[in-house]
Structure formats: C-alpha cells, structure tokens
C-alpha cells in the first residue's frame, strides 16, 4: 500500500514488506563548465559568491568520475549549461524510480524551489527521454515545491523512498508521490537550515545501515531511523556542519566516498565495517553540496 508515515506509531509495515529493490549502476554526472556561486540560496553560499577557482573545481570533479569508474559504475555525462551554475549538483532536479513490479524505470521532475534554479530542470528532462525513461511530472494541483534526489532518498534494497522537507521541499508533494510510484514513504521533517536538503545530513549506506547528523531531525524523525536501520553511523556536528560528512555517498554497500578530513566519521564508517575514500570537493562546498549532490544514480 502506498502512504506517507511521518511518526513511528503510524508504521504498519516491516521494511521487508517493501518490494526488493536492485542497486543502481550508472552514475550520472553534470559537467562543471559553467559552475559558479552567483547568489545566495542556502547559508553554506553566505560569504562564497565569486570566489569559486574554477580550474580547481573541474579537477575536482574528474577525481569524483575516476572514482565511481574505479569502482566499475559507469558514468553517463550531462553537460551544464550557461547560466546555471549549480546545474552540476546533479542529485536535485530529478528523482530517479525503477518499480521492481512493474519492471518501470523513469524519473520525476523536480519542482525547485528558487527560481535560479528551474531552468535546470528541462535539460534533465530531455536527458532522461533520450535514455527512454518515463518522464511524470507533479501535476499543476500541487502547488509545493520538490526537489528530487536531494530530499528524496530510496531506502538501498527495498522500494521505500526517505522524503525530507521543510527548507527546499514541501510535504505534500509526497502524498503525490507514494500514488504516483505506488511506494511507501517515510517523510522526515528537517529543522537545521544549514542541513537543507535531506542528503545533507542521511545517507544510506546498504539495506541496514546509515549515516546521519541527528541534530537535524526531529525525535519522531529519529525514532524512525532507529526503527528502519539496524546501524546508525552518527558524524559529529563539526564534521557534519562545516565538511558536509553526511553528504557523503555509498555506492555499492562498502565504499564510501566522503569530503577529506572527516576522521571521526571515517573511523565510525570503518568500525562499522565500511571503507571511506576520501575526495576534496571544497570549491563544490562553497555552493553548499559535496559528493552526494554532485551525483545521481540511475537504473
């Protein structure tokens, strides 16, 4: 049954009740050519407009395609495009699904919140159509925003998607979204605005466990964390604050790619039986995203 749970004693479901969901092998990126902070959309840009090295940031970002092609994840690349500078966070504009009933794959479009940014959209519509995914979008009736992969997260394994709001995506486009996928999903309310996005502050590393800044959360938000992973990987404030630690993304249930220089969160991942691999993404955090926003995955 497809519904919206926002409080553990509204949970009527086991997560194996969810339909089994296959990882993801590709990655799609979005080239950086035209990166840059012109504006201000969330706190991490305060004090960074203009001052983006923009030969750093391309290295950068190859680093960040090496690795996911060390990993045997095959990237499929979507240019940026003049006049979008945050076009290459890559995670927002779309939520990717594949239906392991229906044996559907497709991608719903973002509605995005600051107008700077909507323009992006249509390109990745076209990109998805060119790989002959379906396409939905919200209907015109949910006037609310959303902003795909940032705030929606599918839960590895199962066909369960997290949904974040409260900064940049609203709740009710989830109702939407549970009826229109046919998936359960559990809705986290946000309340740290330096944590706008739900992949800032969770990130799933395999069906049991997962990395999050608890102080981003509400109690009902964690008791349902505690509730759907058997392990909970918590990084500390400064790491998850400053280094966007949980902005970090696990691909394949073991590697773990996340900012440089987050030690305790590595040590915890590690003692946890992950493997860190650490990328600099500093002139990507000047924007406010790291690894996880820099990246879709894609079926």
Not at 176 to 182: D, H, I, M, P
Not at 258 to 281: H, M, S, V, W, Y
């Amino acid at each position: 049954m497809a519904s919206v749970y926002r409080t553990l004693d509204g949970i009527d479901f086991d997560r194996t009740d969810c339909p089994a969901l296959p990882r993801p092998d590709t990655v799609l990126l979005t080239t950086p050519d035209y990166y840059d902070v012109q504006y201000v959309i969330n706190p991490h840009m305060s004090g960074h407009v203009g001052s983006v090295n923009h030969g750093v940031a391309m290295q950068q970002w190859k680093a960040l395609r090496a690795v996911y092609t060390a990993l045997g994840i095959e990237p499929h690349i979507v240019d940026g495009q003049p006049g979008l500078p945050d076009m290459v966070f890559c995670a927002n504009q779309t939520l990717p699904f594949f239906d392991p009933l229906a044996e559907r794959h497709g991608v719903v479009l973002s509605r995005m919140q600051a107008e700077q940014r909507r323009d992006e959209v249509p390109y990745f519509a076209d990109a998805f159509s060119d790989l002959n995914y379906t396409v939905e979008s919200l209907p015109e009736s949910v006037n609310s925003p959303f902003e795909g992969m940032g705030d929606g997260i599918w839960h590895p394994g199962r066909y369960l998607l997290w949904g974040g709001y409260g900064f940049r995506s609203a709740p009710e486009p989830y109702e939407v979204l549970a009826g229109l996928l046919g998936a359960r999903v559990v809705a986290l309310e946000l309340t740290d605005a330096d944590f706008y996005h739900l992949d800032t502050c969770f990130s799933p590393l395999d069906e049991h466990s997962v990395l999050i800044y608890p102080g981003a959360f509400t109690d009902d938000g964690l008791a349902l964390i505690d509730h759907f992973f058997t392990t909970v990987v918590e990084a500390p404030e400064e790491e998850a604050r400053h280094q966007f630690a949980c902005n970090a993304h696990c691909p394949n249930g073991h590697h773990v790619l996340i900012q440089e220089g987050c030690t305790t969160t590595e040590n915890r991942l590690r003692r946890a039986g992950f493997k860190p691999i650490e990328l600099d993404t500093s002139e990507f955090m000047k924007s406010g995203g790291s690894v996880f926003c820099m990246k879709q995955m894609i079926w």
